[in-house]
């Protein structure tokens, strides 16, 4: 089983809409957890930390359960701008250190 | 500041060839790492360091090497390149805690015929 699991998508939205992806975790010691964005052929970029009460920026709402070790975030009113690989990430004390695990990541299309 | 630099951008190679992936920030952070990252895999951890003059294996280290001379670069070597090394390989740095965002450089594409 991998450590980071996410909806394998693509996801397909019309502008507008409001679109929800899931990550599952396995390291029930993990420590930080964060949303990372990547465009097409372009290098991932930090979206959002994640924080246990749960957090909003702007249109983006990131939640976290830590008995369930699940992470969501939602995307509301979908711009053609949000079309993009979303990472869900997670900071472990393991194997190697302290290091981020990324999950494989889900395509987001926003289409007009 | 120019954050996370990477060269080349592309690279062909042949296999058995040999050739070191450049990676320099200008954040002074003390920790920096290595992924490559193949479709459908996610970015898995290559080589790390936490500071200069120590470094370590991560997930996938077979068949690349590191070093940490300075704070500011962490070079990857490929000692004699295979088909199976062909990915996007990305550098990335950040503060030692965990909490701290990670900033990543453009990535270098590579390609092993």
């Known amino acids: 089983r991998k450590e980071v699991e996410q909806d394998p998508g693509p996801f397909n939205v019309p502008e507008g809409a409001t679109v929800a992806f899931n990550c599952t975790y396995s390291?029930?010691?993990?420590?930080?957890f964060f949303w990372y964005r990547q465009d097409c052929r372009k290098e991932p970029k930090l979206l959002m930390s994640?924080?246990?009460s749960g957090n909003e920026d702007g249109r983006f709402t990131a939640q976290l359960n830590r008995a369930s070790q699940y992470i969501s975030l939602l995307i509301r009113d979908s711009k053609l701008s949000d079309s993009a690989t979303y990472l869900c990430?997670?900071?472990?004390?393991?194997?190697?250190?302290?290091?981020?695990?990324f999950g494989p990541g889900t395509r987001l299309s926003v289409l007009p | 500041n120019a954050g996370v630099t990477q060269t080349p951008k592309f690279q062909v190679l042949k296999t058995g060839q040999s050739m070191t992936l450049q990676c320099a920030q200008d954040?002074?952070?003390?920790?920096m790492s290595w992924y490559r990252q193949d479709p459908g895999m996610g970015l898995r951890l290559i080589h790390y360091?936490?500071?200069?003059?120590?470094?370590d294996q991560g997930e996938v280290p077979n068949g690349y090497n590191v070093s940490r001379s300075t704070t500011e670069d962490f070079p990857l070597r490929l000692l004699s390149a295979a088909p199976s090394q062909t990915s996007v390989y990305f550098c990335?740095?950040?503060?030692?805690?965990?909490?701290?965002?990670?900033?990543f450089g453009p990535g270098t594409r590579l390609t092993v015929l």
């Open positions: 990430v997670v900071n472990n004390r393991g194997n190697y250190g302290q290091n981020f695990v």
């Open positions: 954040m002074n952070h003390e920790y």
């Open positions: 360091s936490v500071g200069a003059g120590i470094t």
């Open positions: 990335a740095s950040r503060w030692t805690s965990g909490g701290h965002e990670q900033f």
């Open positions: 994640v924080y246990s």
């Open positions: 390291n029930s010691a993990s420590q930080s």
